[in-house]
Structures are given as C-alpha cells and as structure tokens.
C-alpha cells in the first residue's frame, strides 16, 4: 500500500483515532495510564496514546503487571517496562502479584489472575493519581466474551460484553481489530511478545477464540463483528432495564417487602431486583446465578408454603405473612 508523505499506516489511525476518543473526555495535565502486558493489543494502545498525549494535553504512563505464572516472566515484565520507557510514557510501572494460589476461586485461574491485575492496576492508579486506565481489549476479544455468554446461557447483561467504560477503566479498542493492532505494531516498528497460554486450550477463552475462527470459516466473514455489534445493543438495554430496577428497588424500601409488590414487578426487572436485595443482603456479587434469583422468584409465583431459600453469603430468604425477608441463616453450635 502507498501512502503519502507523514500519512500514518490505516491500521495506526484506526488506533490513534479510537485513543483519541477516549482522552478527550480528560482535562489538562491529567493522567492516564495504560495496562500493557507487552501484547500486540497493549502496545499499539500504548504507542497511540503516547501519540495522541500531546494534543490532548494529558500525560500517559503504564502499568505492566507481572502475575508470576511463566518461567522468565519477571524479566519480560521488566523488558516490557523498559521498552514503554524509552518510547515516552511516564511514569511505568512494573508490579508483581505473586499467586501461587492463583486458580483456587470458583472462577478458576483466569478469573483469579484477572481480578489480581485489577487489583495492581487500581492500586497503582491511586498510587499515582491518575485519571484513567486503558485497557487493550479488541473487538475480537468482546467476540469472545459473546460466544463464552452464549455457551454459559446467559442473560442479556452477560451478552452485552465488556463495556467500554466502567468507573476509571477505558476500552478505546473495542472497535478495533487483533489484526489491525498487529498490522499498527508492525508499522510502527514494535515488536511485541505473545503470551503462550493465549494458545492453551485449557482456558476457556481459547477455546471460544478457536470456535469463533471456525464458524467465520463455516459461516463466512464478519461473525465477529456482527457478535460485537449485538453486544452494544443489548448493552443499551440492559443499561436501561437496570437502571428501572434500580428504582424499583428503591422504591421498594428496606425489608421484609410485601410479596404482592415484588409480583407486580415485570419478570425483566424482577430477576434484577432479586439480584440487587441479595447483593444489598450480603450475597457476593459473583455468586448470584439466575438458580438463585429463579428460586426466590417462586416464593411469589408458585406460593405453596414452602421453606426458605438458601442463597450464597449464608443469606436466608423467606416469605411469610404476606412479607419476604432476607437474612442470614442462624448458626446452631
């Protein structure tokens, strides 16, 4: 492909552009730090805002988090760290969380890693004040995130992807392709590092990243992309029908609730409002499955008696006199 003279490579203006985006919404002089592993993704991330800094009047640093699972991971950390250095981010930070537990959680080792990554990257943002964190996720990732939520069967909250914004969190590349951040890498002379347990069939998101390739090649091109545009859609409703149940809980009042009000909810904000007054109860967010909320769902549409419902946290839930309570269950010693 020719281009003209100062034209960045298409594949780098898709990136910067979709960077770009992201800092605008921050003032002058803030910070912002990118996640980078040293993947393709991550670094193309990092090179675009360190591009796009200037102009936004911001300043851009990183954050490499090394979580000790490989031989010579520390050393390729540092590397990373290094090599985001002498390209302009500052600060970079490079933070070890050593987790020879790692994988002991109901969520197994990916969900274990990943939520002691999002403990080092908040811890280091705080550290440093910063304004945002970037993450490099692609539209080839939130693919995947569909097709895991559709294997598991879940509602349209878990089909709605990874957001691009969560609180202090930014995905810029949601747009963008794993090829195109490659094809940014090459450009701009980068060259990055793949991590081989993207290539271990024993997580379930290479296996949904294989199945994904083999239905583009039985059902043709643009499954991906069709998958994450379906993901923004039902974000926007899911967006909506929580923030109904949102003030239907509020609404609702603290408890015993009477069982007559929580019926009258639509099922749609129902199953939400049950996942709400279990959280507010104590229940652990990530513990509360549609088993749950179903069966407290029955103490009001199939009424026969019956005893209580027992829900993770050791919570309680029970209707009687017209009324259903939460609590926690009563230890017998």
């Known amino acids: 492909m020719t281009r003209a003279w100062g034209t960045p490579h298409p594949a780098v203006a898709a990136v910067r552009s979709a960077v770009r985006a992201a800092l605008a919404e921050c003032d002058g002089g803030d910070l912002v730090l990118v996640a980078c592993s040293g993947g393709a993704d991550s670094l193309a991330l990092a090179d675009a805002a360190r591009h796009e800094a200037g102009a936004a009047g911001v300043r851009v640093g990183a954050v490499v988090v090394d979580h000790g699972l490989q031989d010579g991971s520390r050393a390729l950390a540092e590397r990373t760290g290094r090599r985001l250095g002498d390209l302009g981010l500052d600060p970079v930070s490079v933070v070890s969380c050593w987790s020879m537990a790692l994988g002991g959680g109901s969520g197994g080792l990916e969900a274990a890693a990943r939520a002691a990554r999002y403990r080092e990257l908040d811890a280091a943002a705080d550290r440093h004040g910063a304004r945002l964190v970037l993450l ?19 509602g349209a909250r878990s089909l709605a992807g990874m957001p691009p914004a969560r609180g202090r969190y930014r995905r810029p590349l949601l747009g963008v392709t794993r090829e195109q951040t490659r094809a940014a890498c090459t450009a701009e002379g980068l060259s990055w590092w793949d991590d081989p ?18 239905l583009e090649a039985d059902l043709g091109p643009g499954l991906a992309a069709a998958l994450a545009r379906s993901a923004d859609q039902l974000r926007e409703d899911a967006d909506h029908l929580d923030a109904l149940a949102d003030a239907a809980v509020a609404a609702l009042g603290p408890g015993p609730w009477p069982a007559q009000a929580l019926a009258a909810l639509p099922r749609p904000l129902r199953t939400r409002a049950w996942r709400r007054l279990l959280v507010a109860a104590g229940a652990p967010a990530g513990q509360v499955s549609s088993r749950h909320t179903d069966a407290c769902d029955r103490l009001l549409t199939h009424w026969h008696g019956q005893g209580a419902v027992h829900a993770p946290g050791g919570l309680r839930v029970t209707r009687s006199d017209g009324r259903v309570s939460m609590a926690p269950a009563h230890r017998v010693d």
Do not use: I, K
Request: glycine content about 10%; cysteine-free.
């Open 197 to 214: 347990m993207n290539e271990d069939p024993a997580f379930a998101r290479v296996r949904a990243r294989r199945a994904l390739a083999g």
């Open 136 to 154: 490099g996720h692609t539209r080839d990732d939130q693919a995947e995130q569909v097709l895991l939520g559709l294997a598991r069967g879940s």
